[in-house]
């Protein structure tokens, strides 16, 4: 299988987690651009993505990655990469990203609505808000 044909798989399979989870894998793309706006160049293994609890919401997580470098271009690879340090992550290779456009990044977390989004996966938190 050449690049091509392995970008074509995997922009497929990006399409079908979209139509059927595309509330999480919003939420997981809003992450990372909000990540990539408080950091500028950044780990992925800096984010965590509590929401997806189970192995099949989890492999939103590399359809979110492709979506917010490849088709929304908020951020692209620096090409530096590393063993990743997080949990579950079994000491993969990941690659460092950076921020490719400021504006585009505020513009689509302004259009989603990111903290909507957070509570939305996170609705346990509203009933601890503001209590003490």
């Not at 392995?6 to 990372?32: E, G, P």
């Not at 997806?52 to 908020?74: F, P, Q, V």
Request: proline share 2%; with cysteine.
């Amino acid at each position: 299988m050449n690049n091509h044909e392995i970008d074509s798989k995997l922009d497929d399979i990006a399409l079908v987690q979209f139509v059927w989870k595309n509330t999480k894998l919003l939420t997981a793309c809003l992450l990372i651009a909000e990540k990539a706006l408080q950091r500028g160049i950044f780990w992925p293994d800096e984010l965590t993505f509590d929401f997806l609890l189970t192995e099949d919401d989890r492999n939103c997580i590399g359809s979110a990655w492709r979506m917010a470098s490849k088709k929304l271009a908020i951020i692209e690879k620096t090409g530096s990469f590393r063993r990743s340090t997080g949990n579950n992550a079994n000491g993969r290779t990941i690659f460092q990203y950076k921020l490719v456009s400021r504006p585009l990044a505020e513009a689509f977390l302004k259009r989603y609505d990111v903290e909507k989004y957070k509570k939305l996966m996170h609705p346990q938190l509203d009933m601890f808000h503001g209590q003490a």
